[in-house]
């Protein structure tokens, strides 16, 4: 049997099927990734503008990339990927994402069940309260509660991922029937166990990539090689057709 007809015979069949996505799936929505030719870190020296350490330092400089993008994120839109993954999810044929993203844009395109693994971008925290507020315009939130300024709620460099998050995701990847990875090479921990996790436990892993990642030929099934917003939605069509 062909391998995609394998998937989707796997797909329709699955009791659970997750999927795990990356920056690849926000691209074309005009998110650059952070890590590409073109990503942000060429511009911006994560360690200067992301960690944990320069947020106690210089809390303003943190800031000044976080209005950045949350700018490209307002601007954006959920594009054919994250629509496919929300139609799935309404028929019945997904039953959660995991993602890496912290745009929301899994959210605006109507998918429910999605654990936000690294935070999102559109609340501060303060690290004293533990205070949380929606970010509005440019200005830096301060906490009502201390005064301090807050944090942005995302996972900085030097963090580590929300313990809600990191366990509810480890359990939904342990027990999938299908695993798919969409848009992410996989290479960031923690998140880079989730596929190994689910496919320990017998899970069908999908991959859809631009190119092939250090998961293709370990222990992917199926590997859908292109750009997600055409794959992915190719896939789902092909599945309504069966």
Same mark, same amino acid.
């Given at each position: 049997m062909h391998e995609r007809d394998e998937a989707l015979k796997k797909l329709a069949s699955s009791r659970q099927t997750i999927a795990l996505t990356g920056a690849g799936i926000s691209t074309a929505s005009g998110i650059?990734?952070?890590?590409?030719?073109?990503?942000?870190?060429?511009?911006?020296?994560p360690m200067k503008y992301a960690s944990i350490n320069t947020f106690n330092k210089e809390p303003a400089r943190v800031w000044d990339l976080v209005f950045k993008l949350l700018q490209m994120v307002h601007q954006a839109g959920p594009n054919s990927a994250h629509h496919a993954l929300a139609s799935m999810e309404k028929a019945g044929l997904l039953h959660g994402i995991i993602t890496q993203n912290i745009d929301n844009l899994h959210q605006r395109a109507g998918s429910r069940n999605v654990i936000n693994y690294h935070g999102s971008i559109e609340h501060a925290v303060c690290i004293i309260c533990n205070?949380?507020?929606? @970010?509005? *315009?440019?200005?830096?939130?301060?906490?009502?509660?201390? *005064?301090? @300024?807050?944090?942005?709620?995302?996972?900085?460099?030097g963090e580590a991922v929300p313990p809600a998050a990191f366990l509810e995701a480890r359990n939904l990847a342990s027990f999938s029937d299908v695993f798919m990875v969409i848009g992410t090479s996989a290479v960031v921990q923690p998140a880079a166990d989730l596929p190994f996790i689910a496919k320990e436990n017998g899970a069908f892993i999908i991959e859809l990539n631009n190119e092939a990642t250090g998961l293709t030929n370990y222990i992917t099934d199926c590997f859908i090689k292109g750009p997600v917003e055409e794959t992915l939605p190719e896939l789902i069509l092909k599945m309504k057709k069966n």
């Open positions: 650059p990734d952070f890590r590409g030719a073109h990503g942000l870190w060429k511009t911006y020296d205070n949380t507020a929606p @970010i509005t *315009g440019q200005r830096t939130p301060e906490c009502a509660g201390c *005064g301090k @300024i807050m944090k942005p709620a995302f996972t900085l460099f």
